[in-house]
């Protein structure tokens, strides 16, 4: 059994586009599991806990980019990486196709959407509370999907 993993320095992705790709990672004839997620502190617990954190990943930080694979053979694996950047370019070039706009910010969805009463927020911690205050100060309701936001943001 191999397992192994690959750090994409300042890649982001967006947790459900990250958990649809790990799940065709792991799809792929000869691949025990896979996982692609962000570097955060609390993934890298995940990782360690299902046996997919690889040494390289401990100095990983939140923006990084963390795919890992555990394949019944070297040829399993080398399959899995081949296909980790068409599954990735795939997923996201399939979620904004079936949107007919794609606004920049917080300000253009609401002008696109101005009935809108919900922002579902998904970024990096680091960001997330900033964009979380943005939506309140703005009249609607939020779910954060982000994790790493200090309760007091």
Known sequence: MIVAGQIRQGAYFDSVTLMRVGKELTGLPGVID?????????NK???NST???VSEFIGAGDADLLIA?????????GAAWAAVDGLLKTTVHTAASLMETHP???RGALDILS???LALISVAGRYAGAEA????ENGLHVMLFSDNVPLAE
């Open 34 to 42: 896979a996982a692609v997620v962000m570097g955060t502190k609390s």
């Open 45 to 47: 617990a995940i990782l």
């Open 51 to 53: 046996g997919l954190l």
């Open 69 to 77: 694979v555990k394949a019944r053979t070297q040829q399993a694996a």
């Open 104 to 106: 920049a910010s917080l």
């Open 115 to 117: 009935d809108a009463n």
């Open 133 to 136: 205050k943005c939506a309140l």
